[in-house]
């Protein structure tokens, strides 16, 4: 499996929006689980949002509930993070990152995953 590639980060007013892509390369993206994590200098890379690999079921953290929706296009092989709402506190690099969908392991816990995008910076001024 390749390096996913991830875009859609920049810089944003509080209460603004953005929409992160994650593209996945190779013809397994249609059985792989799919998250968004993000990470602040210093600090341990936190669970964001999940979805599994059939579309599903997905998961958020209870900070960004009714604010984030992950959704995923698999004849694209991208997923995407919908950030509505944005808060300062949002601001961190946001990570895609993917599993094989027979996984069990806790879905929220950035180790139980294979691959990994590069990062993209998500800005939240206030």
């Known amino acids: 499996q390749g390096q996913l590639v991830e875009s859609g980060g920049g810089l944003v007013q509080a209460g603004g929006s953005l929409r992160l892509l994650c593209t996945v390369p190779?013809?397994?993206?249609?059985?792989?689980?799919m998250g968004w994590f993000r990470q602040n200098p210093g600090k341990v890379r936190e669970f964001v949002a999940s979805?599994?690999?059939?579309?599903?079921?997905?998961r958020y953290r209870d900070s960004v509930k009714d604010r984030f929706t992950i959704s995923r296009d698999n004849a694209r092989k991208t997923v995407y993070l919908q950030m509505n709402k944005l808060k300062p506190e949002d601001t961190a690099v946001y990570f895609c990152?993917?599993?094989?969908?027979?996984?069990?392991?806790?879905?929220?816990?950035?180790?139980?995953?294979?691959?990994w995008g590069q990062g993209t910076q998500v800005t939240v001024s206030s």
């Open positions: 990152a993917a599993r094989p969908g027979y996984y069990t392991s806790e879905y929220n816990i950035a180790s139980n995953y294979d691959y």
């Open positions: 190779g013809d397994a993206f249609s059985r792989l689980d």
């Open positions: 979805i599994t690999w059939n579309g599903q079921s997905s």
